[in-house]
């Protein structure tokens, strides 16, 4: 259901990234599904280490994770597969990869690297691993997050005073700049055509969106500041997470805001990253 929303959404964690940085602050992600058979929350990952920025998917859930070495920390891409209930890590480099998300135009995921330079790049990592990964842009830099949408088109997190968000193709000629002071949290919505993001105007959190087809940008609705991240359910409806609580809303009735689930029985803190696909929710419990 929706699969579509599911290639482009990313849910990252917002930090400035130093290559072979200190222990990382733990995090847990969780499985919530919703099914016939009742509502059943399990976890995913350990608690005791970084494990964040979840990517459900048909196939599985990709998500970013501490890896210590020699007394330092970096992060690499592991993939949880539903078939077999394995963890398999995807990157397993030196550097530090973030933002795992299903690259749209060949098999295998684009990421930000942390490369040993300090640059942050968006770079294409190839399911066949026989082929080598690659840049996918040169000059883009420094990238935080990003989001596909239709043909070659993607949108990027580009870090900076204040941070914006920009433009672009597969091409990458001349990213346009949409909005600035925008949140972590990107996504294409297929059904609707259109790219969703929060920023902020006049000290006030808004959810917005991007048409590409007219250029113009659409403030939806205010949101509450503590609101970090979301996730499409479905063409019309979004999640997002206050303390351990979700809520959902719809974009064509954003004053109705209703109560999807109380997790604190298995989240006695915050609740800081959402994925959702096909009545299952991936979620991240801050440690």
């Known amino acids: 259901m929706y699969k579509a929303l599911i290639n482009t959404l990313v849910v990252c964690s917002f930090i400035i990234i130093t290559h072979a940085q200190a222990a990382m602050p733990k995090s847990q992600i969780w499985l919530a599904q919703d099914s016939e058979r009742g509502f059943s929350v399990q976890p995913l990952t350990d608690k005791d280490a970084y494990h964040n920025q979840p990517l459900i998917t048909e196939v599985g859930v990709y998500y970013t994770k501490e890896v210590k070495a ?11 597969r539903f078939d077999n209930k394995s963890h398999t890590n995807l990157t397993n480099t030196p550097e530090s990869e973030y933002s795992p998300t299903i690259f749209p135009h060949k098999k295998g995921i684009s990421t930000i690297v942390v490369e040993q330079s300090g640059e942050q790049r968006l770079w294409f990592y190839p399911e066949d691993k026989s082929q080598l990964p690659s840049r996918i842009f040169e000059h883009i ?3 935080g997050y990003h989001a596909w949408g239709k043909n070659e088109d993607v949108i990027l997190f580009i870090l900076g005073e204040p941070h914006s968000l920009q433009f672009t193709n597969l091409s990458g000629h001349l990213p346009k700049v949409v909005a600035k002071d925008i949140g972590r949290s990107l996504a294409y919505n297929s059904a609707r055509d259109i790219y969703s993001f929060t920023f902020l105007v006049d000290g006030e959190q808004w959810f917005a969106t991007y048409s590409s087809s007219t250029g113009s940008v659409k403030k939806q609705f205010r949101l509450p500041k503590s609101v970090r991240d979301y996730t499409w359910f479905d063409e019309s409806t979004l999640a997002y997470a206050i303390d351990n609580k979700i809520f959902m809303r719809n974009i064509d009735a954003p004053k109705s805001v209703k109560l999807w ?27």
């Open 70 to 80: 020699q007394k330092q920390s970096q992060t690499d891409l592991f993939l949880y």
């Open 141 to 143: 830099k420094p990238v």
């Open 261 to 287: 689930r109380n997790l604190q029985d298995y989240c006695d803190t915050d609740i800081t990253r959402l994925s959702y696909y096909d009545r299952t929710l991936a979620f991240v419990c801050e440690q």
